[in-house]
Each structure stands twice: as C-alpha cells, then as structure tokens.
C-alpha cells in the first residue's frame, strides 16, 4: 500500500505504475503478453505468426516490454527467445484476462 504521508515517494510510486500500465496498454502488446502467460516462451517468428502483424513491428513491441523489464530474452543461435519475467504484470494480466 502506498503511505500517502510521504508525497514525494508516493509520487514516484505512482508515476512508475502509470508507466507500467502506458508500456502494456497497447493491444498488440497485450495480445504478446497474453501469448507468453499461455506458452510460457516464444520467438518473434511464432509470436508475429499468431499476431498477423510484421516482423519488424512485433519486434519493436517486444524491445519496448524488454527494455521496460517487463520481459527477459536469451540467445540459442539465431534464435532469440522471450519470456514474461515481471511477476507484478503476470499478476496484473491474470486479472484483465
């Protein structure tokens, strides 16, 4: 719970919840958040299969929810595979979903 007694912390709180919510409030983001909570992993390959959406943006959404923390990936090969890391968003999308 946020202690509203310190103003300036529960600014900061607040503010970077608001940023949470901005990063995963695209519906494309969303459709590979909710794809990863389902399979658990992924590539860019079967996510842009699933979504009908081009590579090159299906791989801009996923640099976004990676450098927002909200996802980790790891190299095998060419291959690059992504999974959901945030346990705070796996939280947040079990109760949207």
């Known amino acids: 719970m946020i202690d509203f007694n310190d103003k300036e912390k529960a ?6 919840k608001a ?3 901005k990063t995963i ?3 494309v983001r969303l459709c590979i958040l909710a794809m990863l909570m389902r399979e658990q992993e992924s590539n860019v390959t079967d996510i842009q299969c ?3 959406v081009p590579q090159p943006s299906v791989s801009q959404h996923l640099a976004k929810l990676k450098s927002a923390g909200i996802l980790s ?3 095998n ?3 690059v595979i992504y999974k959901l890391k945030n346990e705070e968003v796996k939280h947040i999308l ?3 979903l």
């Open 11 to 16: 600014k900061e709180i607040l503010a970077e």
């Open 19 to 21: 940023e949470l919510f």
């Open 25 to 27: 409030a695209h519906p």
């Open 50 to 52: 699933c979504l009908d």
């Open 73 to 75: 990936s790891e190299r």
């Open 77 to 79: 090969g060419t291959e």
């Open 94 to 96: 079990e109760q949207i």
